[in-house]
């Protein structure tokens, strides 16, 4: 199920190298770079089939005790938009994140580490809401896309100078519907094909409200301390 979300217009504090340009150590962009491999090198090994329905997770596939696809749904997609639309959110926000989460010039590992645990419970968030809100689902839910949400809730809570917005601030809440619209704006669109009489990919929406949820709750558990 494709599922992409509007970036939430916000700063993440960085390290300068003149004023007004924002410069990144190379090496926070490697646990998008390992994710983005891995994400690839698992739809290119299903592009003669173009079908990875098989690792999408469902209350069906839990109840067949296929408890791989807890994880591995997070790589799996439904075509080159899907994979596409996500790599593409994943590439932009990881290096900052990762750097908001505390890597350093000198080392970078400790906001690696950060970032990959987050990324993968809010994966699992997203599965989580899936699941929990369609309990006799058999329908598949595929993609990065809850892990992914997750990230946008994080940055989500970023404000000036790179500190964490209360959870019930009025800026917040002006992101949280931004989030809300992008997703209502994305499954209007892949709703079209149906009206029209044709097929089209559902929005796994649940998933997207688990990880965003995730991201917003979890971020102080996440922060590095990075500030301007």
């Not at 994880?71 to 750097?99: D, R």
């Not at 809570?157 to 809300?180: D, N």
């Not at 044709?198 to 709750?217: K, N, Q, R, Y």
């Given at each position: ?101 505390g890597a350093s010039f000198g080392d970078w590992t400790g ?23 369609n309990p006799d689902g058999a329908i598949p839910a595929v ?86």
């Amino acid at each position: 199920m494709p599922e992409e979300e509007q970036k939430p217009q916000v700063t993440v504090s960085v390290p300068r190298t003149a004023p007004g340009r924002m410069h990144l150590p190379k090496a926070v962009h490697i646990p998008a770079a390992v994710l983005l491999a891995l994400i690839w090198a698992a739809w290119l090994s299903h592009l003669p089939t173009g079908d990875m329905r098989e690792w999408g997770i469902s209350a069906l596939a839990l109840e067949q005790g296929r408890y791989d696809t807890i994880v591995l749904n997070m790589f799996a997609h439904a075509g080159l938009l899907h994979i596409g639309m996500n790599s593409a959110v994943l590439l932009g926000f990881a290096g900052p994140l990762v750097w908001a989460m505390g890597a350093s010039f000198g080392d970078w590992t400790g906001g690696s580490l950060r970032f990959f645990a987050f990324y993968f419970l809010s994966g699992l968030a997203g599965a989580a809401m899936f699941v929990g809100l369609n309990p006799d689902g058999a329908i598949p839910a595929v993609g990065a896309s809850g892990a992914i949400s997750g990230m946008i809730g994080y940055v989500s809570r970023v404000g000036s100078k790179g500190r964490l917005l209360p959870l019930f601030s009025r800026e917040l809440g002006r992101r949280i519907w931004q989030f809300a619209k992008a997703n209502l704006i994305l499954i209007a669109i892949f709703a079209v094909p149906f009206f029209l009489g044709g097929t089209g990919i559902m929005i796994a929406w649940e998933a997207h409200l688990g990880g965003f949820l995730f991201g917003l709750v979890a971020a102080g558990l996440f922060d590095g301390g990075r500030r301007g």
